[in-house]
């Protein structure tokens, strides 16, 4: 998201969580905000949205085959959260298990897939569509789907990483907004979302 607001630049920081998901703080008016919708959801900015950048995911390996000359930045951790923190959360998400905390934060939970089902979920005006990623690999790693009467192309690399592409255009800039997401943090940023493959009626 960029981080301005009428202009001005706003800095933001992680103040808690609210329903399983980060809730954002901004330095300037303290305003909270939605860490995936880019909304402010409460205080003196409420009803205002940043604007959002649509970025891929990749390994650090993969990076480095694409760009060979690309430098890394490492932030210095602290000796607690390196060798404890940090192999805790990796176990946790790996295995799709709810931190402590996270799970009581929920306020409602859509059971129409499981909490920690990993996938694609892609948004726009008109539709917010969940792609399970295990559904994705089970088609070869390739779907072909249609997004508000465009062809679209939803896919998983041999890392796990999505991609997705309009099929009636080359323009690199003309993607839908897509997340990499946890079904839970998907259901619920977008109630009544729909499922791929699932009957609407």
Not at 86 to 94: A, D, H, I, T
């Amino acid at each position: 998201m960029v981080p301005l607001i009428d202009g001005e630049e706003h800095h933001f920081f992680c103040v808690g969580v609210y329903n399983g998901l980060a809730v954002l703080m901004d330095r300037e008016t303290r305003s909270y905000w939605n860490h995936i919708t880019g909304e402010c959801v409460h205080g003196p900015l409420k009803g205002e949205k940043m604007e959002m950048l649509l970025l891929g995911q990749m390994t650090a390996g993969q990076a480095l085959d694409q760009w060979p000359d690309l430098q890394l930045a490492l932030s210095k951790q602290p000796p607690f959260r390196r060798f404890v923190l940090q192999p805790l959360m990796n176990f946790f998400g790996r295995f799709g298990i709810y931190p402590p905390g996270f799970k009581g934060t929920i306020i409602k939970r859509d059971r129409r897939l499981p909490d920690m089902k990993s996938g694609v979920g892609i948004m726009t005006s008109q539709v917010q569509r969940f792609y399970p990623i295990n559904v994705i690999e089970q088609a070869g790693g390739e779907l072909r789907d249609t997004l508000v009467g465009r062809p679209v192309v939803i896919s998983v690399d041999e890392d796990g990483f999505p991609e997705v592409h309009y099929e009636d255009t080359e323009d690199p800039q003309d993607v839908p907004q897509h997340l990499f997401t946890r079904w839970y943090g998907f259901a619920l940023t977008y109630p009544n979302c729909e499922i791929y493959g699932e009957d609407p009626s």
